[in-house]
């Protein structure tokens, strides 16, 4: 699956710049987003043993100069944000299914300065049950399923006065 969404972005040529990957886990998303020409990488886990795990990987692999990892429980508080200098072009998020509540709440707070114009995001939740929808000030690019997953990808669409 994370090469199938990785080739969905690619064909859509939204694998450039920098990538935010919430509910990092091993970081293998963020990981293959890097491989396939993304620039750098920021990785918010709230595990600090899971976060050692991909900072180690990330070593292993020569590319520890293009991952950060934000240790943070996303529905603790916003102190994440502060570790994205600057915006981020591609936004990762695949919460246990259970806190998929969330992700609309976070992707809003993203779009207060956070994200570049015109980012995509992902994100993942079960097939079954109901759809989550994109929050305003994003649009649907594309769903996909596989399996117990499905797959929402957005881009930010920028209300124009906003910068005015």
Known sequence: MRE?????LDARGRLEGRVLDLYAGTGAMAFEMLSRGATEAVLVEKSRAVARAIDKSARELGIEDRVRVVIADLAGGEAWLEALRDPVDLVLADPPYAQIAQ?????????????????????????KGEAIEPPIGFAEISRYRYGDTAVLLARYARCPDEDS
């Open 4 to 8: 199938a969404i990785a080739s969905a």
């Open 103 to 127: 992700v609309p709440r976070l992707l809003e707070r993203l779009a207060d300065g956070h994200l570049a114009p015109d980012a995509t995001i992902v994100v993942e939740h079960a097939s």
